[in-house]
């Protein structure tokens, strides 16, 4: 287990009893044991969940470790589970939520220290019995809601294959070594903020999906691929509208996917990755089968760009997609005014 010091000690106690709800008391062979799971399983679930290890005889579990563990056994007993899939499962769930619980602790420690400069376990009660049930149901509300729309689209898919057609895109922020060289911590973390904020409000607003943010790149789906341009558009065009957005380019890739534990796989990801990489600043690239979809609608202009080696691909054939041409009238009516 992560090692402490002595100071942070009777911290550290309270703050775990508060969460976990009790005091450790049991070892990992006692809770295989308790839970009617072996040990060997015990232990690579608790592996994939992504908690640090233990020994034999190290006390660090409580009756909830337990109860999870014959939770686990219950939906594979049922054959809502499968078995050989309960350790992917246990590993997305596991990634998920320590990204969410290290936000959630820094910000909560960054407002408590402001305040007080200083933290005493007596203050530990009061802000987890404030805290701890207001973030759970929040938590509970927000899964429930993406859980509600995941059925949906799962009820649309033929005889529920993991393998969807999707649109994938990839925006990539220009120049991060560069620009993250000379910043502050703080100045840092508020371009990410900005990055983060604008990438998944412009996804959710066109009905697509963030699937992950990787440092200076977020990767995002749509069922539409109409949608897929706009948000790629978007994006790629912010940095005009304010100069606080960092520049980003965006790659688009267009087929059939592999959708698995909230994360995709397959040629358009590749594709649109490799696009990125390709793309000038502020500009959209995509591939073939994108822009076969888009080249029909009067939404976007779409131009072959040309045709590249990358990794991967000997040949990969670009194009561009731009929003539509001002009316050739109205320039002429613009210049007219100028000379006036």
Known sequence: MTERLAGDEDLYSALEVNLLGQRPYLTRVQVAERSGVSMERAHELWRSLGFPPTTDDEIAFVDTDVEALQTLQLLVDSGLLDEQKEIALSRSMGRSFARLAEWEVAEIADNVL????????????????????????????VWRRHLASAAGRLLLRVENEETVGLTVGFADVVGWTRRTRSMTTEELAAMVERFEQVATTTVADAGGRIIKTIGDEVLFVADDPAAAARIALTLAEMHGLDEEFPKVRVGLGHGEVLS???????????????????????????????????????????????IVPVKGYSRLEAWAVKRPKAPREHGLIESLRSQV
């Open 114 to 141: 402001s305040e007080l400069g200083d933290v005493d376990p007596a203050l530990v009660d009061t802000v987890a019995d404030q805290a701890l049930p207001a973030m759970e149901q929040l938590q509970n509300y």
């Open 260 to 306: 698995r534990f909230g994360d995709v796989f397959g040629e358009p990801v590749n594709i649109a990755s490799r696009l990125t990489s390709l793309a000038r600043p502020g500009r959209v690239l995509c591939d073939r089968g994108l822009a076969d979809v888009l080249r029909h609608s009067e939404e976007f202009r779409v131009r072959w760009w040309r």
